[in-house]
């Protein structure tokens, strides 16, 4: 006789509820998601590196690389994972610095420099959300000014909410420069 716990499946059928059971408890009977979610921005660009990597396209690796030691450290700030917001918020700002040191390069006299950082922006616009167009964008706030009614000196001070408002409603499918632009050419009435 088997030592206890250890009994013989006195048929096939307590044999297979033993097998599910054994299943259900290691959890592999869980219901998968009917869509397949997507992977955390670390995890994409973790997939990324690793293709970089085996391409051997060096200039590609070295930015990846880049933004994701910017995600591990936010990361290790925030002592959670990054969210989407927090991600496009730290490609934002690569990007952007990306666009400064193209700037400086080329007051510099070093074009190929330029040229090596505005690829780099570049790539890393592809890790963006899809950007909202000007329009729409230029639309939405109008309707806002119209709604609060501000216009001219007054609108100066109807500024700060309307960013607030704008960045709210749009996230990180806008960029905060061009909403700022466009709010300021609106309440100037041009």
Not at 7 to 12: M, Q
Not at 39 to 53: F, G
Not at 176 to 186: D, F, K, Q, Y
Request: glycine content about 8%; proline content about 6%.
């Amino acid at each position: 006789m088997p030592p206890r716990g250890l009994e013989y499946p006195s048929s096939e059928a307590e044999h297979k509820l033993r097998a599910i059971m054994r299943e259900v408890s290691r959890g592999l009977w869980d219901n998968p998601p009917m869509t397949t979610p997507t992977p955390p921005p670390q995890q994409r660009l973790e997939t990324d590196v690793k293709a970089a990597m085996k391409a051997g396209d060096k200039e590609r690796l070295s930015t990846l690389r880049m933004l994701l030691s910017a995600v591990k450290n936010e990361r290790i700030a925030r002592g959670s994972e990054v969210d989407e917001a927090g991600f496009a918020a730290l490609t934002r700002k690569a990007i952007k610095q990306r666009e400064e040191a193209a700037e400086q390069y080329r007051k510099g006299g070093r074009p190929e420099l330029a040229e090596k950082e505005e690829r780099e922006g570049k790539l890393l616009a592809a890790y963006l959300p899809a950007q909202v167009d000007e329009a729409q964008l230029r639309t939405a706030i109008q309707a806002l000014v119209a709604e609060r009614g501000v216009a001219g000196n007054a609108g100066n001070a109807a500024m700060g909410p309307i960013m607030k408002e704008m960045m709210a409603r749009f996230g990180a499918t806008a960029d905060g420069a061009t909403i700022s632009r466009l709010a300021r050419e609106i309440l100037a009435g041009k």
